[in-house]
């Protein structure tokens, strides 16, 4: 029998992540498909005709797109337990400016750090670090962004973590060093049982970068 | 509702402005307008909005919401007992809005506007033809979600009618500078039609730019080189 929640994915992505993690923040149970994107399935087609993207979120046979949306719709569907979004809607205004925040800055500039060379990336990788140390000064000395509760903006954030590692070889920057506390924050979200069966292992993902620098030309 | 008790800090020619401005006239709450000067930033904004240091920026109680589809969210569950609902209730439905407010403002809004800053004939001709395609999506889009009633979020306008309805000045002001029908009654007749319903909404009306004024105000904003 076809599962009632079916997620359309590839597996080194940090948006697909999110959802990873929201569904199993919820106990939901789902079927996950990861997708070739070199040669997109006639669901992943059909599901997403306007961007043809993953994650894609299927809902009793009904399409969910974009990552901060499916895990805001999760949120509400199945809100018997582990609320993601805060209650008080100005908390709420705060949680859904800092996802878009990074949905906004942490794309453009990440792809510059390990997929570029010469001045380009030397300019993504300041922008780079501007961008995780406005994090770091957001999260300040709380546990998690939200405040004591793992939410919104750690799901946002956490699957670029797996990342890291690429960055700092193939951009050659030390983002511990950077922010102490953004890793610190990482190590504690890697405890939780969602996000450490959500993300890939950053060796794999790492062979990945590397994989796609041959790809752009910058290997 | 004390009148003290919320600002905006905006201009009358910005269309993200325009969706906070909406919202707190469907909830009928009072606020103090600022408007900022063509040019400047002032303190307060600045001091708001840190980070993107952008228009609009709502301030409740003294607590600072920006990005203006999150200000009208915010606005919707701050006042949840006020006036109609402008986000659907039904979490599918919402998920659906968002993702077409989504879109309006990633694909839609930066095809509309690099007809403006198309340089030469053949960029603006690229420009249109991208500007078609994608309100042809968002047709299809308003007949999916309005299932038949006048709005995108059905009998009263709600966060998506918002979202790409606040775009109708700049809308025509593109249309007379690329001197080609943007909106078209035949190819989009739902959406032609929702755009008039759109504008006479008593929460809209009061606040759409004049086209002659916002035009001018293009002008200056997107020069056009020198012949």
Redesign the interface.
């Known amino acids: 029998m076809a599962k009632e929640v079916i997620l359309l994915d590839f597996w080194p992505s940090m948006f697909g992540m999110r959802t990873r993690i929201a569904l199993r923040e919820k106990g939901v149970d789902f079927e996950y498909r990861d997708e070739d994107l070199r040669d997109k399935s006639p669901l992943l087609l059909q599901m997403n005709p ?1 961007h043809k993207k993953i994650p894609v979120l299927i ?1 009793n046979g ?1 399409p ?3 990552s901060a ?2 895990v ?2 999760i949120d ?2 199945w809100s018997h337990k582990n609320p993601i979004l805060p209650s008080d ?2 908390q ?2 705060q949680a ?2 800092w996802v ?2 990074i949905d906004k800055k942490m794309y453009e500039a990440q792809r510059k750090v390990y997929a570029s060379k010469g001045e380009e990336q030397e300019t993504g990788k300041k922008e780079f670090i501007e961008i995780l140390k ?1 994090l770091e000064s957001e999260l300040g000395d709380k546990p998690y962004f939200g405040g004591d509760d793992f939410g919104y903006v750690d799901i946002g954030l956490i699957g670029f973590y797996t990342w890291f590692p690429g960055y700092e070889k193939f951009g050659n920057i030390s983002i511990e060093a950077e922010c102490p506390k953004l890793i610190a924050w990482a190590k504690r979200c890697m405890q939780r049982e969602s996000v450490a069966k959500s993300l890939p292992d950053s060796e794999k993902v790492t062979e990945f970068m590397a994989m796609l620098r041959k790809k752009f030309g910058v290997e | 509702m004390a009148t003290g008790d919320v600002k905006l800090i905006g201009s009358w020619a910005s269309v993200f402005v325009m969706r906070a401005r909406i919202a707190l006239n469907l909830k009928s709450i009072s606020y103090e307008f600022l408007q900022e000067t063509y040019g400047t930033k002032s303190e307060l904004l600045l001091k708001s909005n840190p980070v993107h240091k952008k228009m609009p920026v709502l301030i409740h109680a003294d607590k600072p919401v920006c990005e203006s589809n999150i200000i009208v969210q915010y606005i919707d569950e701050a006042w949840s007992s006020y006036g109609p609902s402008i986000l659907p209730s039904q979490p599918y439905d919402r998920a659906i809005a968002r993702f077409w407010a989504a879109y309006v403002d990633d694909k839609w809004f930066i095809a509309l506007r690099s007809i403006l800053t198309a340089r030469g004939e053949e960029e603006k001709k690229a420009a249109i033809a991208e500007v078609e395609e994608r309100t042809d999506h968002l047709e299809k889009a308003f007949i999916d979600c309005s299932n038949g009633k006048p709005f995108f979020n059905g009998d009263h306008i709600g966060y998506l009618d918002i979202a790409l309805g606040s775009f109708l000045g700049w809308w025509k002001v593109v249309e007379l500078d690329a001197s080609h029908i943007l909106l078209d009654e035949t190819k989009t007749p739902s959406l032609f039609k929702w755009a008039e319903r759109f504008c006479n909404d008593p929460a809209v009306k009061p606040l759409m730019p004049e086209t002659a004024k916002l035009a001018e105000f293009a002008r200056k904003l997107f020069p056009k080189p020198e012949a």
Request: with cysteine; charged share 30%.
């Open positions: 306007v809902h009904k969910v797109c974009e949306i499916q805001q719709y509400e569907v809607p100005y709420k205004a859904r400016f878009d925040y406005t």
